[in-house]
C-alpha cells in the first residue's frame, strides 16, 4: 500500500528554478530567497527541500543552467558545420535569435550578480574566455591568422555584452535585417546572397 506524504510537493525542480530565474532577472539574486519563492508558487517551504539543500543549491543550478545553455550552446554553434566563414557567423547569429540557445536577460543577471561575488566572476572569467576561444577557433578554421581571428571574435562578443547591457529594444525584424551587414563588418567580407537565404530559410522568414 502507497502511503502519500503530504508534504511531498506537487512542484517540480524546474518549476522552482523557472520562479528563480524570474525573480533573478527581474530582481537580481538578493531577492531570491526561499520563503517568497514558496510564496510565489503558493506552495510551503519544506517543499522546496524536497529539491535542493539549501539557497546556495538553487543558486548554484541556476548558474550550471546558464553555463550549460548560454555557453555551452554558443560553443557548440561557433563549432557547428559550416561551408564557409559567413555561414559559420551565421551559424552563431542563431543564438541572438532563439532564447531557448542563448538567454540574454539571464546573461545579464549573472554579469550583474557576479559584481558583488567573486567566485562568479571567476566563472564568468571563464566562460567568457570559452567563447572568446570558441569564436578565435571559428575564424581559424577559414583562414584567419590568430592576431586577426582574436580581434574578430572580441568585436562580436564585446557588440553581444552591449545589445545585452544596454538593453536594446528591437524587433526580430529588425535584427534578422540587420544581420548580414553584421556579418561583413565582423568578417571584412560580404557574405554572397546563398549564404544569406539558407539563413534565412533556416528561419523561415523573408530575406531583408
Keep these: ?40 508558487l503558493g506552495l510551503t517551504r519544506t517543499s522546496f527541500y524536497w529539491h535542493f539543500k539549501d539557497r546556495d543549491a538553487l543558486l548554484e543550478a541556476m548558474i550550471r543552467h546558464w553555463e550549460d545553455t548560454n555557453t555551452g550552446n554558443l560553443v557548440t554553434r561557433c563549432n557547428a558545420y559550416a561551408e564557409n566563414i559567413f ?34 566572476q571567476t566563472r ?9 576561444d570558441a569564436m578565435m577557433g ?4 577559414f583562414g584567419f591568422d ?27 525584424e529588425e535584427r534578422f535585417a540587420r544581420m548580414p551587414g553584421y556579418v561583413e563588418v565582423f568578417t571584412g567580407r560580404k557574405p554572397a546572397d546563398a549564404d544569406i537565404e539558407r539563413f534565412v530559410a533556416r528561419h523561415r522568414m523573408s530575406a531583408p
Design 146 to 172: 590568430a592576431a586577426e581571428a582574436e580581434i574578430r571574435a572580441l568585436t562580436m562578443i564585446y557588440t553581444q555584452i552591449g545589445y545585452i547591457s544596454m538593453q536594446v529594444t528591437e524587433s526580430r
Design 138 to 141: 571559428m575564424f581559424q578554421r
Design 87 to 120: 555561414e559559420a557567423i551565421f551559424n552563431l547569429f542563431d543564438c541572438w535569435l532563439d532564447d531557448g540557445l542563448f538567454d540574454s536577460r539571464l546573461d545579464l543577471a549573472i554579469r550583474n550578480w557576479a559584481r558583488n561575488d567573486p567566485g562568479l
Design 1 to 40: 500500500m502507497n502511503i502519500i506524504d503530504p508534504s511531498r510537493p506537487s512542484a517540480t525542480e524546474d518549476v522552482w528554478l523557472k520562479a528563480a530565474y524570474d525573480v533573478l532577472t527581474e530582481s537580481g539574486v538578493e531577492a531570491v530567497k526561499i520563503m517568497p519563492l514558496a510564496k510565489r
Design 124 to 132: 564568468l572569467d571563464q566562460a567568457d574566455a570559452r567563447r572568446k
